[in-house]
């Protein structure tokens, strides 16, 4: 089991920079990739990032790539998702998501713990 807290979200304008962060409990987190997820009102969570579980693989949303950056940091059982060059089209809540999955997924429903999420605004 994992738990997963996200931070770092908030109203940045365009062309801005975030960096969110996904803390997790427990000693497993080595266990799982991880993913970055986001939900715009009305709309279903859409796939923003995975990254493997040494942190070696990593996939992008054609939307994020270039933009985006996913790392983690294992012995600190914590996810990153650095965010620049900022688009209104970004403001979402963004989710943190972990999966035990032996290749990785971009499919939601395929991960099995998730965060409550961080809001991300960005303003034009």
């Known amino acids: 089991q994992v738990q997963l807290v996200e931070s770092g979200g908030g109203l940045v304008q365009a062309g801005g920079s975030l960096r969110l962060s996904c803390a997790a409990s427990g000693r497993t987190f080595s266990s799982y990739n991880m993913g970055w997820f986001r939900q715009a009102p009305g709309k279903e969570r859409e796939f923003v990032s995975v990254?493997?579980?040494?942190?070696?693989?990593?996939y992008y949303a054609d939307s994020v790539k270039d933009r985006f950056t996913i790392s983690r940091d294992n012995a600190k059982n914590t996810a990153y998702l650095q965010m620049n060059s900022l688009k209104p089209e970004d403001t979402a809540v963004y989710y943190c998501a972990v999966d035990a999955e032996r290749i990785l997924t971009t499919r939601p429903a395929r991960y099995d713990y998730w965060g409550r999420g961080t809001q991300v605004t960005v303003s034009s």
């Open positions: 990254i493997s579980r040494g942190g070696l693989a990593s």
